[in-house]
């Protein structure tokens, strides 16, 4: 029995589908790839034309990546290079989802463990964001938050650890070990930065990015739709479906990336995706066949 077999394309989900008022995309592996670094990207096939039919039927979307390498508006402008239809309050990553959550907790000072990506989007939204070299034991903080930081050091672990066990509440971009490249995947540090500071201080976790529904809720916001009106379509059985499926969203899952469609099939009745298709060409021609 194949994937599609598995899991048919039957009509509730084809209604459901139909019903959709918006969609939320994954990038990685779902509309480009790029290489380790997360540069370079390139469309999948399908990709371009999608987004410029949902454009063209004024139905919205978000394109949002876990990454924190650029801005959300850096990444916006990188999709653009690259033949994408869209503007900057279209693309988010999880600074969006972190400021909403920050500005609704009164957080006015966080230790970032990440570059400008971060950095910058909050200072822009108000809230002062500090360097390990700036933290002060004088000048505590509410929040640390972990992104895309290749150069994290132990110096920065003992700060991070002694903000948390001082009282401020960690935060993390992404839980996933692992996003979509070129050649195969490469390793994300968010996880495994928060881990080790979680398994020093023994402090939780509060996931910013995918998949949490704080992050699906903003960007459902973002659209001006509510949350279970929403479609959520990625490549990663960690990710966009879990965060789907707490949301009661459509999850539509893509093998051009992390996972292959016997994963997404064998995944617990009631977790998994409502559609498997192979990429986000299918997803446009299902989708063309519509009322």
């Known amino acids: 029995m194949n994937a599609r077999q598995a899991l048919s394309i039957n009509d509730v989900a084809l ?3 139909a019903g959709v008022r918006g969609f939320v995309f994954d990038m990685d592996g779902t509309l480009a790839l790029g290489d380790k670094l997360n540069h370079g990207l390139r469309p999948l096939p399908g990709a371009l034309e999608l987004l410029g039919y949902l454009k063209s039927r004024g139905v919205p979307y978000v394109v949002f990546t876990n990454g924190t390498t650029r801005t959300p508006e850096d990444y916006a402008s990188t999709l653009r290079e690259a033949g994408f239809e869209l503007v900057d309050d279209d693309m988010m990553t999880p600074v969006s ?3 909403s959550t920050f500005q609704r907790k009164g957080h006015k000072r966080v230790l970032v463990l990440g570059g400008h990506a971060l950095a910058g989007p909050l200072h822009a939204a108000g809230i002062e964001a500090i360097t390990p070299e700036q933290a002060s034991a004088a000048h505590p903080v509410d929040a640390v938050l972990v ?3 290749r150069e994290f050091s ?3 672990l003992e700060v991070a650890c002694a903000a948390v066990l001082s009282g ?3 935060y993390s971009s992404s839980d996933a070990l692992y996003f979509a490249a070129a050649g ?3 390793l994300g540090t968010s996880r495994v930065i928060a881990s080790m500071i979680r398994e020093v201080t023994g402090c939780r976790v509060h996931v910013v990015g995918k998949p949490s529904l704080d992050s699906l809720a903003c960007a459902a916001k973002r659209m001006g739709v ?4 929403l479609a959520v379509v990625g490549d990663d059985p960690v990710l966009e479906i879990p965060m789907a499926r707490r949301g009661k969203a459509l999850g539509i899952a893509v093998t051009t990336g992390l996972a292959s469609a016997q994963q997404f099939v064998e995944m617990p009745e009631g977790r998994g995706p409502h559609l498997i298709l192979s990429g986000v060409d299918e997803l446009l021609s299902l ?3 519509l009322p």
């Open 15 to 17: 209604a459901q589908l």
């Open 97 to 99: 989802s972190a400021i």
């Open 147 to 149: 992104g895309w930081y």
């Open 154 to 156: 132990m110096p920065d």
């Open 168 to 170: 401020a509440r960690l």
């Open 184 to 186: 195969g995947r490469a």
């Open 226 to 229: 509510k949350v279970r009106e």
């Open 287 to 289: 989708y063309r066949t």
